[in-house]
């Protein structure tokens, strides 16, 4: 049986002060076939850099190899001699079983880490997301804000938790880390934002509560993976945590509009009051997970989603990273269309 690499006893400290991985060095990307890995591959191959990565399934042509980082094993090992690994895995669903968000978006953690230093990286990036905020707010928050760890929403406590052992690894001086929070993240290929409310909207099942006004906070992938990089590669991400979103916040009404319109469809999606939203959302649920045994992203969490306050302020990113977003949201969506009616996936 393959044995995870052998874990220092003392690992030797890297100073946030270290230079920063240069684009052109070797990269491990966990997640890597998921929509952000993948993208973030591509990216760092662009820039000349030797990629590779890890996912459940290998894909020897794009450098992949087969691993399951809720636990140490020969995975670990694909990492040696990258001076950079960014931790993109984790579970992206809304209604996952406590045991795998426990496993996978917070267990992972340590693993990947363990693996970074182990072969001698000098920077490690934890994707995270603005749910460690939980979606109980109002205002704009920037990271100095709390996280919430007991939001009551699994998704969001995972991601709260997942930092810590990034921000602890830093602290203690075993790694260089860098914690990112993507935005609401879209674009050709993405399942919770794009494919799943089509899926939804086909069948009748999507809904919007709170009148449609609910706050959106999107990031083009594009977008996100400018700001992945910069954090990555410059001093002043060492150390830090960075709120990464297009910086132009819509309501869920608009931005799902553009998904009814690529159907074919005039108006408005289906809108609720959160009330009337809230009982068909929890009958719904009941009925495919229950009755049909069908896995379902219809939930609270999801519900909550959509009917968010609050937003977040990137001005951290713009001043230390120079990150300034690019792709407004009427390109980001034609992009978008584009790619799906070419994938055969709405009509020409």
Not at 36 to 50: D, K, N, Q, S, Y
Not at 137 to 165: M, N, Q, T, W
Not at 224 to 250: E, M, S
Request: charged share 15%; with cysteine.
């Amino acid at each position: 049986m393959p044995q995870a690499p052998k874990k220092a006893s003392s690992p030797r400290p890297r100073p946030a002060g270290r230079i920063a991985p240069r684009p052109r060095a070797p990269v491990f990307i966990t997640g890597a076939s998921g929509f952000v890995g993948r993208a973030l591959m591509t990216r760092f191959a662009a820039l000349g850099a030797e990629v590779r990565g890890v996912d459940l399934v290998a894909d020897p042509a794009r450098n992949v190899v087969a691993g399951n980082v809720a636990a140490a094993g020969a995975w670990q090992r694909h990492a040696a001699g990258c001076e950079l690994v960014i931790h993109a895995a984790a579970v992206v669903s809304n209604a996952a079983p406590a045991q795998l968000y426990r496993e996978v978006s917070l267990g992972s953690v340590r693993h990947a880490l363990d693996a970074a230093i182990a072969g001698g990286a000098s920077r490690f990036v934890q994707v995270s997301s603005i749910a460690a905020y939980g979606l109980d707010f109002d205002g704009v928050l920037d990271e100095r804000a709390p996280i919430a760890l007991l939001s009551g929403y699994p998704y969001c406590d995972a991601k709260a938790a997942s930092e810590h052992p990034a921000l602890a690894a830093h602290a203690a001086g075993e790694m260089a880390c860098t914690v990112v929070r993507p935005g609401d993240v879209y674009g050709p290929g993405s399942r919770p934002w794009v494919l799943l409310p089509l899926e939804m909207m086909r069948k009748h099942q999507f809904l919007l509560p709170a009148g449609g006004n609910g706050v959106f906070s999107p990031v083009y992938i594009d977008t996100l993976v400018d700001g992945i990089v910069a954090a990555a590669t410059q001093p002043a991400g060492a150390g830090q945590i960075f709120n990464l979103t297009d910086g132009a916040d819509v309501s869920c009404r608009e931005f799902f509009g553009y998904h009814h319109r690529w159907l074919g469809r005039s108006g408005d999606p289906l809108i609720l009051p959160t009330a009337a939203a809230r009982a068909i959302i929890t009958a719904g649920a009941v009925v495919m997970n229950r009755v049909l045994k069908q896995h379902t992203e219809i939930s609270a969490g999801s519900l909550a989603m959509l009917m968010r306050r609050g937003s977040y302020s990137i001005d951290k990113a713009q001043s230390l990273l120079g990150y300034a977003p690019q792709v407004s949201l009427a390109e980001g969506m034609a992009r978008t269309e584009a790619w799906l009616r070419a994938q055969g996936l709405i009509g020409r």
